[in-house]
């Protein structure tokens, strides 16, 4: 089955940092492209980060660079998510999710994680 | 910076009912880049369709994805209890960037 499984998440004060982590398990995590997506509570979907399978392109949204860096361990399968200056903005469900490419260039998030709820809160 | 509309925002059917739910932006957009998704309260979001109009594994095949001009449509014929959620259209655009529409909640008329 495959299968994304997300941990690291809870409180944490504004300014404070926090490292999501993704275990992937029953596909090739070394030859998948992934992604982290957020959803504040309640509202919609916003893509956050990607890394492609040899970590050699790193992406961001605008509104955390500088702030988050993507990374993955091929060899322990699991993706991580380093965020650091947080603030109340950042509060919101983490998704990680594989992102499928086919030869027609169609791009998709499947599967994803569960999500992990991180709160930035004092 | 390509955004995405989802119409209507909430739609409230009765079951056996059928759902059309659209996805539109003020720019062309790629056929092979736009995706739905479903999310029920709690979930994860789901993989529907990608490729405007390709059903992922195990989705039913009332859920129709298609387009028409720079209108991206999801379908669903005869609502089933378990499809009412709510439905987010996702583009690739570039740079990379990926962007999700604002979602339509189907609900139980």
Known sequence: EVQLVESGGGLVQPG?????????????????TMAWVRQ????GLEWVSGISDSSLS???????KGRFTVSRDNTKKTLYLQMSSLSAEDTAVYYCARIVENYYNERRFDPWGQGVLVTVSS | EIVLTQSPGTLSLSPGERATLSCMSSR?????????Y??????APRLLIYGTSNRAAGIPDRFVGGRSGSDFTLTISGLEPEDFAVYYCQYYSGSPMYTFGPGTKVEIK
């Open chain 1, 16 to 32: 404070g940092s926090l490292r999501l982590s993704c275990a992937a398990s029953g596909f090739t995590f070394s030859t998948s």
């Open chain 1, 40 to 43: 504040i509570p309640g509202k």
């Open chain 1, 58 to 64: 790193k992406y961001y949204r605008d509104s955390v």
């Open chain 2, 28 to 36: 062309s957009l790629v056929s092979s880049y736009l995706a739905w």
């Open chain 2, 38 to 43: 479903q999310q029920k309260p709690g979930q």
